[in-house]
Nanobody, 121 residues
Framework: QVQLVESGGGLVQPGGSLRLSCVASGNIFRISAMGWFRQAPGKERELVATITNDGSTNYADSMKGRSTISRDNAKNTVYLEMTSLKPEDAAVYFC???????????????WGKGTLVTVSS
């Protein structure tokens, strides 16, 4: 099956930077888009950034100017570089991929288990 594994989370000081990585593996025919979502305790999961197969990007308003999403298609990997981190950025960050496992399969959303980002002094 498809597996998404995130890495790079951890503790960072306010104003600091962090780079998250997510590797998709398994039976993958084509990845249409990958992205990052986050969820803080008691809050709904929200979009952070996405990137399509052709490189088109989309960012949450709160992340514009403070984050960069990129990908390495050959490695089925997506990255999220975050800077000027704020306490409100603290959350579990989930990797998402919209992909097809075969030519005859429907594209579906797949999720990683998440990586915790803590922003604290």
């Amino acid at each position: 099956q498809v597996q998404l594994v995130e890495s790079g989370g951890g503790l960072v000081q306010p104003g600091g930077s962090l780079r998250l990585s997510c590797v998709a593996s398994g039976n993958i025919f084509r990845i249409s888009a990958m992205g990052w979502f986050r969820q803080a305790p008691g809050k709904e999961r929200e979009l952070v950034a996405t990137i399509t197969n052709d490189g088109s990007t989309n960012y949450a308003d709160s992340m514009k100017g403070r984050s960069t999403i990129s990908r390495d298609n050959a490695k089925n990997t997506v990255y999220l570089e975050m800077t000027s981190l704020k306490p409100e950025d603290a959350a579990v960050y989930f990797c998402n991929a919209y992909l097809r496992q075969s030519f005859l399969s429907r594209a579906m959303d797949y999720w990683g288990k998440g990586t915790l980002v803590t922003v604290s002094s």
